[in-house]
């Protein structure tokens, strides 16, 4: 199913196509982005508002995936967000790509580690799945 999505990137490097990217993650909510810039206020970053489109899961949906596949989601969220770069050559992101274009996570709040993790979106290629609309900071 073909989803468009509207969602936020931050990066330290300016970036005007995802072309040498694999995988990128977005936050779909602006307050949570302006956190991610308060986490290393000392260095240039660069944020951009982004149209994603494809076969987005919802984590629910990306959670019976998981299960179907037999990977303990738990553990797999973890790695997402502890190991991203290692994550991407595994077996259980392979089996993802075969099936959808990314989908839903939960990430740390950058706001306060201590309250609930927020929302955060894994694509795949985004070369094809993401545009960007505009620079926003």
Same mark, same amino acid.
């Given at each position: 199913?073909?989803?468009? /999505? /509207? &969602?936020?990137?931050?990066?330290?490097? %300016?970036?005007?196509?995802?072309? *040498?990217? +694999?995988? &990128?993650?977005?936050? %779909?909510?602006?307050? !949570?982005?302006? @956190?991610?810039?308060?986490?290393?206020? *000392?260095?240039?970053?660069?944020?951009?508002? $982004? =149209?994603? !489109? @494809?076969?987005?899961? +919802?984590?629910?949906?990306?959670?019976?995936? &998981?299960?179907?596949? !037999? /990977?303990?989601?738990? #553990?797999? !969220?973890? #790695?997402?967000?502890? =190991?991203? =770069? @290692?994550?991407l050559k595994t077996n259980e992101i392979k089996a993802f790509q075969t099936v959808c274009d990314g989908f839903y996570h939960k990430d740390y709040n950058p706001w306060d580690s201590q &309250?609930? *993790? $927020? *929302?955060?979106?894994?694509?795949?290629? %985004?070369?094809?799945? $993401? #545009?960007?609309?505009?620079?926003?900071?």
């Amino acid at each position: 199913m073909e989803t468009k /999505i /509207i &969602a936020y990137h931050n990066s330290f490097e %300016p970036i005007r196509k995802f072309n *040498d990217l +694999t995988v &990128a993650w977005f936050t %779909p909510s602006l307050h !949570n982005l302006k @956190g991610l810039r308060m986490i290393n206020p *000392d260095i240039k970053q660069y944020s951009y508002e $982004v =149209e994603i !489109n @494809g076969n987005i899961l +919802t984590e629910k949906e990306a959670r019976l995936i &998981a299960k179907s596949l !037999n /990977i303990n989601w738990s #553990k797999f !969220n973890t #790695k997402l967000i502890t =190991e991203y =770069e @290692g994550i991407l050559k595994t077996n259980e992101i392979k089996a993802f790509q075969t099936v959808c274009d990314g989908f839903y996570h939960k990430d740390y709040n950058p706001w306060d580690s201590q &309250a609930p *993790d $927020v *929302d955060s979106i894994i694509i795949f290629n %985004p070369q094809i799945n $993401v #545009k960007i609309i505009k620079q926003i900071m």
